[in-house]
Structures are given as C-alpha cells and as structure tokens.
C-alpha cells in the first residue's frame, strides 16, 4: 500500500506564503492522482487541489474555487514528492492539510474524499490576521 507523509506546515501571517509537500511512496501505479485536503475544526474535509500523473508529461490539475490562483499544485521528477504553493494566504485557510492518493483521478470537476485510498496524517496550517 501506499505510504504519504506531509510536511511544510507553520503559522504565517495573513498574506503570507507556505509550500506543503507530500511524499508518496510505495505506489506501484505508473500513473495515479494526487490531492491535497484541508479540515478545520468542526467542518467537513474540503478538496483543495489535485494533479493526475499519466503516462505522457502532461500533468493535469484541478483547484477548489477557494484557492484559484493563490495555490499551486505541483511534481517533482522522480513523482515521489507532490508540492503545494500557497500564497496570499488568508485566516481562512487555517486547517489540517492532508493528502491522499487514488489509482486515477475519477473527477476532473471536483475533489471528493471518497475517490482517495491512501491518506496522509497531515499538517497544520494555521494564518493570523
């Protein structure tokens, strides 16, 4: 089974900038999907952000509308680390960031838990006003 750790986490001011990463190993799949999540306190866990590695190097990625050009979703080459850049943060962003792995990405309109196997413990990202 697949094993994901997330790292990056902190507290940053409003307006500040964080790069979670997540590192993925003992997938066997050559391509799979990649998402990260967020749960606040009392709130369900929202799909934030997700990127399918196929065959080709076309990376495809989709973004919760909440984070549309302030976070970026992205690989390195080995596969095995997925980052996600977060700028402009806002208090509202505070939550536990998870990330998870699916053998494909089953949606290309929206990030749902239940399309993800293997999940990370997370990090905490917390944003002061």
């Known amino acids: 089974p697949a094993h994901l750790v997330e790292s990056g986490g902190g507290s940053v001011q409003d307006g500040g900038s964080l790069k979670l990463s997540c590192d993925v190993s003992g997938y066997t799949y050559s391509e799979y999907c990649v998402a990260w999540f967020r749960q606040a306190p009392h709130n369900e866990r929202e799909g934030v952000a997700q990127?399918?590695?196929?065959?080709?190097?076309?990376?495809?990625?989709l973004y919760a509308d909440s984070v549309k050009g302030r976070f970026t979703i992205s690989q390195d080459n080995t596969k095995s680390t997925v980052y996600l850049q977060m700028n402009s943060l806002k208090p509202e962003d505070t939550s536990l960031y998870y990330c998870a792995a699916a053998p494909w990405c089953y949606s290309d309109s929206s990030i749902l838990t239940r399309d993800f196997d293997y999940w990370g413990r997370g990090t905490q990202v917390t944003v002061s006003s």
């Open positions: 990127i399918y590695f196929g065959r080709t190097t076309t990376h495809y990625t």
